[in-house]
């Protein structure tokens, strides 16, 4: 009995001593992104495991739908985030971003790498990461148009086939907004839209609602961007899905990330963040995202050189006008598209 007394302080000694050596928990970083991203097939699974290693953390990359959607979730959520950084949010909405206030300022250390006219948060919530021009894709064996304006899309041979994405939940649908605005002035945009209006079958709340009809020919035309040709070309052998190049220009969307305000992965989310910027992520960025890298040492694959839109001129309005305009901007074309 007293033998056994005496054991019993070394065995806890012991079991003090193994656990103590326990390998410590990984950090959880939380991502809040577009559908496209954290898809099968998307940008998220190809470069999540890299990181992973690199840092020795766990990513969990959650869809929210469309970049309007990750942000007005980062909203509802704010003082109490669930997520640590907000991947999606472009040029478009950064009046909508500078409002909601749910990020923090951040300036990577290998910020150089992006060129100075991509930097387009000049706050510093933001930091770019891809970039692309917004376009009408076309399927040019079933359209007989000549799809190079505007103008094209208002042929009557297109009544009702074509799809567009809604302004207030979806990142494409309020470039294409503000495009028209950069186009044909205000009020000028409004007739445009009340001459397309006839033309446009839906609009869906998200691109991949629109690409998704698009896949199964439900319409030949939709919006989306001057790099998507590349994808079906290289995915499914399709080239004759072109973007449309239209003689007044495209509008840029630079897609940014941020570390939301009040995370307690700091100092993680700023290594994410930089390592966006890595050519191992930028890479991976034509063939996933199929957007443009920022990062001006990425060399572009041969569909990307063969089949993407590059335009002659390139439109973007004023920030502080967008700031000021957007929501009169939306509610102007929200009354045209719900009128009789």
């Known amino acids: 009995m007293a033998s056994f007394k005496l054991l019993v302080p070394l065995l806890l000694a012991v079991i003090l001593f193994f656990s103590g050596c326990a390998q410590p928990q990984k950090a959880d970083l939380t991502i809040y992104t577009y559908d496209s991203m954290a898809s099968e097939y998307g940008l998220g699974p190809a470069v999540i495991e890299a990181f992973e290693e690199q840092c020795d953390c766990n990513v969990h ?8 959607q990750v942000l007005s979730t980062a ?20 009046s909508q971003m500078y409002k909601a206030d749910v990020l923090e300022k951040f300036t ?3 910020i150089s790498v992006v060129p100075e006219n991509l930097r387009f948060d000049k706050q510093g919530y933001l930091t770019p990461y ?9 399927d040019s064996s079933k359209v007989n148009v000549s799809m190079n304006s505007f103008d ?21 649908g309020l470039a294409l907004l503000l495009w028209t605005v950069a186009v044909y002035g205000d009020p ?3 007739d445009f839209w009340k001459k397309l209006k006839p033309n446009i079958l839906t609009v869906t709340d998200s691109w991949d609602q629109s690409a998704g009809m698009f896949a199964q020919g439900e319409v030949p035309i939709y919006l989306s961007y001057a790099t998507s040709p590349p994808y079906y070309s290289q995915f499914e052998d399709k080239n004759y899905f072109l973007a449309a190049g239209f003689k007044e220009g495209h ?34 960025i034509p ?14 694959p041969a569909s990307f050189r063969q089949y993407a839109l590059f335009p002659q001129k390139q439109l973007e309005l004023d920030p502080k006008l967008v700031d000021e305009k957007e929501e009169k901007w939306i509610l102007e074309w929200e009354k045209i598209m719900l009128s009789g």
């Not at 985030?81 to 909405?93: C, E, T």
């Not at 891809?130 to 076309?138: L, R, S, T």
């Not at 063939?287 to 920022?294: A, G, N, R, S, W």
């Open 251 to 284: 509008y840029i969307q630079v897609e940014g990330m941020g570390i939301v305000k009040g995370t307690k992965n700091r100092l993680l989310a700023e290594k994410f963040i930089e390592f966006s910027l890595e050519k191992k992520f930028q890479q991976e």
């Open 75 to 94: 909203l509802l959520e704010k003082g109490k985030p669930k997520a640590d950084i907000l991947i999606g949010i472009d040029n478009s909405m950064l």
């Open 61 to 68: 990359m959650i869809a929210k739908g469309d970049a309007g």
């Open 188 to 190: 000028g945009y409004k």
């Open 130 to 138: 891809d970039y692309g021009y917004i376009a009408f894709v076309y």
């Open 152 to 172: 094209s899309l208002l042929d009557p041979s297109l009544q009702k086939k074509i799809a567009i994405q809604n302004p207030r939940t979806s990142s494409p």
């Open 287 to 300: 063939l996933h995202q199929f957007m443009y890298p920022v990062n001006k040492d990425v060399k572009l």
């Open 108 to 110: 990577p250390k290998n």
